[in-house]
């Protein structure tokens, strides 16, 4: 029997998924046979990070959302990047699926992207960023803001206590694409650490923000773990990009992370820039020679 949840999920969630078809698009056979050109195609899954929210202008109708600027609208006017690539992520995105979600979780865009032909044996590259929904990072961030320290160091205690189904359920996520695409190198980024304690004042004090950078960087190595799991096998990367955003904090004097002090949970808020998606792309290009998986055709 279909429950309530699941009836009232259906309009919004088919409102995601028809966004999402949208930004993968339909593949079509060519004309005629050419000689193959090498590049590499790459497909993109997960959250607001991947989606490229706090980058640029909206591509995209909610409840899948995404910009024009963020890293992977970056790689992908990269010449060595194929015409079969896409960018399937959306900004609020989980691991599995949720009856009461509307946005597309990362199981549902790895099965879309499959079913559209984006997913494929063809596949060279495959992006992945995900957790913090999963463990509703915000609340914390409200909580370490408006609380005092010790009801912000149980906030993220209980981020930490919730990690751990994090990993398998992301672990399943890597899994289904590693059956669907198993040419393709997986890279999982991590996360940038938000503040810098030592940098200009903000609404957490500064034992609060080294309370949350510690609870990122425990987040990050839970993806980690999951990124390098026995079932994911070979060619998935990890990529950290704690050292690239060292000095670019949201309260840096350069930063490369959005905040309005005046509108303090915009969804542009906490999520990275232009100049951080970039950083972002750098640390892929970095990590991973997209030259020779262009020469592995």
């Not at 194929?82 to 599995?96: E, H, P, R």
């Not at 915000?138 to 990993?167: E, N, Y």
């Not at 060619?235 to 990009?241: I, L």
Request: charged share 15%.
């Amino acid at each position: 029997m279909e429950t309530t949840a699941l009836r009232r999920r259906h309009p919004a969630f088919a409102a995601g998924l028809a966004a999402l078809a949208v930004a993968l698009g339909s593949t079509a056979a060519p004309a005629a046979a050419a000689p193959p050109v090498p590049d590499v195609d790459l497909v993109a899954f997960g959250d607001s990070y991947t989606a490229g929210i706090g980058a640029g202008a909206y591509t995209t109708a909610a409840p899948c959302l995404q910009t024009n600027g963020g890293y992977v609208s970056l790689l992908l006017k990269l010449p060595v990047v194929g015409g079969n690539s896409a960018n399937a992520a959306c900004a609020g995105a989980v691991l599995t699926d949720r009856p009461s979600d509307a946005v597309p979780s990362v199981m549902e865009q790895v099965a879309a992207a499959s079913a559209a032909g984006k997913l494929s044996v063809r596949t060279e590259l495959v992006t992945v960023t995900a957790g913090p929904n999963d463990i509703d990072f915000t609340t914390p961030l409200k909580i370490c803001a408006t609380m005092p320290l010790d009801a912000c160091a149980q906030a993220v205690q209980r981020v930490r206590d919730a990690l751990p189904a994090v990993q398998a359920n992301l672990v399943e996520a890597l899994t289904a694409v590693r059956r669907a695409a198993p040419r393709a190198t997986i890279v999982v980024f991590g996360y940038p650490l938000l503040f810098d304690p030592d940098g200009w004042p903000t609404l957490l004090t500064p034992e609060a923000q080294r309370l949350v950078n510690a609870g990122t960087l425990t987040l990050n190595g839970t993806i980690e773990r999951a990124a390098v799991s026995p079932r994911v096998k070979a060619k998935a990367v990890y990529v950290d990009v704690t050292r690239a955003f060292t000095g670019h904090a949201l309260n840096s004097a350069a930063p490369w992370i959005n905040f309005n002090p005046a509108d303090p949970f915009a969804l542009q808020n906490f999520h990275p820039n232009a100049a951080g998606h970039e950083a972002y792309a750098g640390a892929l290009e970095g990590a991973v020679n997209l030259d020779s998986l262009a020469r592995r055709n």
